[in-house]
């Protein structure tokens, strides 16, 4: 063969160097989900890259015999190139030469722009490995049983992981990335969604002080009236005391009573079984108990039965959409502007409610509410005038009494000077 046809079978070899070094890193650097989604979405590269990585030791397999294969019959070019142009002095100086070759123009370059780009290399790239695997897969089987046999004698065990799921801190960091393409709103809905796990019906229930129920000890002038003011549709009825729930009442039983039919006896009758769950039952679990059970309300209880609280359904959906209701039982004026840069804040507001609704990152992981926040730290109900600072906020106590805190007074957040010793 003459010069020139060496030296265009040398430009084809590297080009299919090149192409076989790139294709492996557009294919092993694909998106998996986006690659899912790009199958289902009837792409035939995408369904045909999706098969191939399935089994990913048969497609590296049939990469490294083509790319072994084109690389040495290039190098056995270079060299009969050498020998006819300068004899063997020559062969040195074609090797380096040739190596510069394949590092930039096959290995370096194609590499990079696959990286860059793997799905317009990696799709057309699928359409020719597909049929080119069916026809060398025993030589291929071969190699990979024999590669495999070497990696058992050396204790390497393939356990079948599924290493393309994701953990729920992954999934987070997933949708975080991901904030050019998913709406923040969207995206607020989906981390929340990811937290109801660490959040407990604790957090964000009806506390035991500000349950609204009927007490049948009460006369039917006081019952009625607390019917008539109520905000909520389902009341719990208890005898006496709210640790005596003896039912739950929905409102809607009572729309075809006159005034002369109502009586305890007839009330007793429209109650159904409260429903009890115990404290700590992280909100994930909740909803999934209130959609089996057909339930929308429960009562929280410790360890000794004691009811702690209400959880609504509600509750649990407002932690993933936000508020989206008027909580009658939320004050309005909870948080009050005290200056531009100071506000008066009712003690007994929930943490988290008080972080969601001023944007503020108050510790909510131990005490619920601000009073039981400033006494765990105190260890002591303090006095009017008392300051203190926590997480960066600082806090002045405007009222208290002989059992808890009722208002103070809350600064913006000090930023601390990393530079400062």
């Not at 695997?133 to 990696?151: E, H, R």
């Not at 005898?239 to 009442?249: A, H, R, S």
């Not at 039982?329 to 972080?355: C, Y």
Request: proline share 5%; charged share 25%.
């Amino acid at each position: 063969m003459s010069l020139t046809g060496l030296f265009s079978l040398l430009a084809i070899l590297l080009l299919l160097s090149a192409f076989f070094a790139g294709s492996e890193m557009a294919l092993m650097s694909l998106n998996r989900y986006h690659l899912r989604h790009k199958a289902r979405a009837g792409n035939r590269g995408a369904r045909l890259a999706e098969q191939l990585l399935k089994q990913p030791d048969r497609l590296i397999g049939l990469i490294l015999l083509g790319n072994n294969l084109v690389n040495f019959s290039a190098s056995a070019l270079v060299t009969l190139i050498a020998l006819d142009l300068g004899g063997e002095p020559a062969v040195a100086v074609g090797t380096g030469i040739f190596t510069l070759t394949v590092i930039i123009f096959a290995e370096a370059a194609p590499k990079t722009l696959a990286a860059l780009n793997p799905e317009r290399l990696a799709f057309p790239a699928a359409i020719i490995y597909y049929p080119l695997l069916k026809i060398t897969y025993p030589v291929v089987w071969l190699t990979n049983m024999a590669s495999n046999g070497v990696l058992f004698l050396l204790g390497v065990r393939d356990k079948k992981n599924d290493l393309h799921s994701l953990t729920r801190e992954e999934l987070r960091t997933v949708l975080h990335e991901a904030s050019t393409r998913i709406p923040s709103r969207y995206r607020e809905m989906l981390l929340s969604i990811l937290d109801l796990e660490r959040v407990t019906v604790d957090d964000v229930m009806i506390p035991h002080k500000e349950i609204i129920g009927i007490d049948l000890d009460d006369d039917n002038s006081k019952i009625k009236k607390t019917i008539a003011e109520s905000q909520h549709t389902r009341l719990p009825v208890y005898q006496g005391n709210i640790d005596t729930v003896v039912g739950m009442l929905h409102l809607r039983r009572l729309a075809n009573l006159s005034g002369k039919d109502f009586s305890r006896e007839v009330l007793l009758k429209l109650l159904t079984e409260p429903y009890f769950v115990p404290e700590g039952t992280p909100l994930s679990t909740q909803l999934v108990q209130f959609q089996r059970r057909r339930e929308r309300i429960a009562l929280v209880v410790d360890e000794y039965g004691d009811i702690q609280g209400i959880i609504k359904l509600e509750d649990i959906l407002e932690e993933i959409v936000g508020e989206f209701t008027t909580d009658p039982s939320n004050d309005e004026n909870d948080v009050v502007r005290d200056s531009p840069d100071t506000f008066l804040v009712d003690a007994t507001v929930n943490i988290r409610e008080l972080n969601r609704s001023q944007g503020w990152e108050l510790p909510s992981d131990g005490p619920k509410t601000l009073n039981g926040l400033i006494v765990e730290l105190l260890e002591t109900i303090p006095k009017p005038l008392t300051f203190l600072e926590i997480d960066g906020y600082p806090i002045e106590v405007v009222e208290s009494d002989d059992n808890r805190v009722r208002f103070v007074r809350i600064g913006m957040r000090i930023k601390s000077d990393p530079t400062s010793d």
